[in-house]
């Protein structure tokens, strides 16, 4: 069976200050992983996908990378409106299609 | 463009009522799903449409009723809900659905703004 862990499940940071997030997963047969960003009450928002290990994407001040076991999205000089909870999600080549299975989340506060 | 959009943005339903989610795409995506979101919880999998056949359905209640129009548009037929289906529901379209083995690059799912249901 397929498993996505975020971690830490909440990171509190101060304006400037640069973290990362991680997300391990266990998949037989890496098809995809996906990291959305979701607003409170609003549907997710693609950010990444990042298809095998050494792979890496930036935007604006989110880097994802991914390796064999987890990926990760480093928050450079993160700003106040970063402000969200950060999902990361997994496709296997040998279950249904496009299904997805997510991590639980990780809620990034950002204070000025 | 990867815009999905969905109506209404709330909806408060009494469990005799009977409503209709619905979600559109422009982007030429051939599937299309449909999520339910408790609070604090991620998206949960509740049908899929492929080439606007029903490909998944994830054990839900008959209670809710997909239906897929066309490829641009999807419902979701609600009738006779219980409180404990009040949620957000969250309506997504990718390129393809594609089948296991098969390569598909394009296979990010882009999600609509969600539709917040309350069930009285």
């Known amino acids: 069976e397929d498993q996505v862990t975020q971690s830490p499940e909440a990171l509190r940071l101060q304006e400037g200050e640069s973290s990362s997030l991680n997300c391990s997963y266990t998949?037989?047969?890496?098809?995809?992983l996906f990291w959305y960003r979701q607003d409170p009450g609003k549907g997710p928002e693609f950010l990444f996908t990042?298809?095998?290990a050494g792979e890496e994407k930036e935007k604006e001040r989110l880097k994802a990378t991914l390796t064999k076991k987890e990926s990760f999205l480093h928050i450079t000089a993160p700003k106040p409106e970063d402000s969200a909870t950060y999902l990361c999600?997994?496709?296997?080549?040998?279950?249904?299609?496009?299904?997805?299975?997510f991590g639980e989340g990780t809620q990034l506060t950002v204070n000025p | 463009d990867t815009e999905v959009t969905q109506t209404p943005k709330h909806l408060v339903m009494g469990m005799t009522n009977k409503k209709s989610l619905k979600c559109e795409q422009h982007m030429g995506h051939r599937a299309m799903y449909w999520y339910k979101q408790k609070a604090k919880k991620p998206p949960e999998l509740m049908f899929v449409y492929s080439y606007e056949k029903l490909s998944i359905n994830e054990s839900v209640p008959s209670r809710f009723s997909p239906e897929c129009p066309n490829s641009s548009l999807l419902n979701l037929h609600l009738h006779a809900l219980q409180p404990e289906d009040s949620a957000l529901y969250l309506c997504a379209s990718s390129q393809d659905f594609g089948g296991a083995g098969l390569l598909d690059p394009y296979n990010e799912q882009f999600f609509g703004p969600g539709t917040r249901l309350t069930v009285l």
């Open positions: 999600a997994v496709q296997a080549w040998e279950t249904s299609g496009s299904r997805l299975t």
């Open positions: 990042l298809y095998s």
């Open positions: 998949v037989s047969g890496l098809r995809g």
